[in-house]
């Protein structure tokens, strides 16, 4: 795409990310809304962190519920993931989530990547290691 390697992206975000070279914090609720292209099709919001760089760029991890129809009047609600970048205005988003209408591998291979680099800005920030460690203390 352009010569944009997203899962390049995520593979260092998430090295950098496990090496605390890069720090992740929930998104502001004010600001939720605006960290997702608002032509984007989601019911809710879910987890949602952001992490700044040296230039004041902003990159947003996080997963919303989309509304998917099986039949006229029969859905589910499917949880995806989506990737933002923008800066801390929040003007300019650009929003990356998987692409339906490729049968592309990257966009498997992306989905996978940024559920992954999710889950371990979650398990970071709710300090789950010591939890567990002392969990029964």
Same mark, same amino acid.
């Given at each position: 795409m352009?010569?944009?390697?997203?899962?390049d992206f995520?593979?260092?975000?998430?090295k950098?990310?496990?090496n605390?070279e890069?720090?992740?914090e929930?998104a502001?609720?004010?600001?939720?809304?605006r960290?997702?292209?608002?032509?984007i099709?989601?019911e809710?919001?879910n987890?949602?962190?952001?992490s700044?760089?040296?230039?004041g760029?902003?990159?947003?991890?996080?997963?919303?519920?989309?509304?998917k129809?099986?039949?006229v009047?029969e859905?589910?609600f499917?949880?995806?993931?989506?990737?933002?970048?923008?800066n801390?205005?929040? %003007?300019?988003?650009l929003?990356?989530?998987?692409?339906?209408?490729?049968?592309d591998?990257?966009?498997?291979?992306f %989905?996978?990547k940024l559920?992954?680099l999710?889950?371990?800005? %979650?398990?970071q920030?709710?300090?789950?290691?010591?939890n567990?460690?002392?969990?029964?203390?």
């Open positions: 352009i010569g944009i390697d997203l899962v995520l593979e260092k975000a998430e950098a990310t496990l605390g890069m720090h992740w929930p502001p609720t004010g600001a939720r809304k960290l997702i292209q608002p032509e099709n989601y809710r919001l987890n949602i962190y952001i700044t760089n040296s230039n760029k902003l990159v947003a991890v996080g997963s919303y519920d989309e509304k129809y099986y039949d009047d859905y589910n499917e949880n995806e993931y989506f990737l933002s970048f923008t801390k205005g929040y %003007q300019d988003v929003t990356f989530i998987r692409d339906e209408s490729t049968d591998n990257l966009s498997v291979d %989905q996978i559920g992954k999710l889950r371990i800005v %979650q398990i920030s709710t300090n789950l290691k010591e567990i460690d002392t969990w029964f203390n």
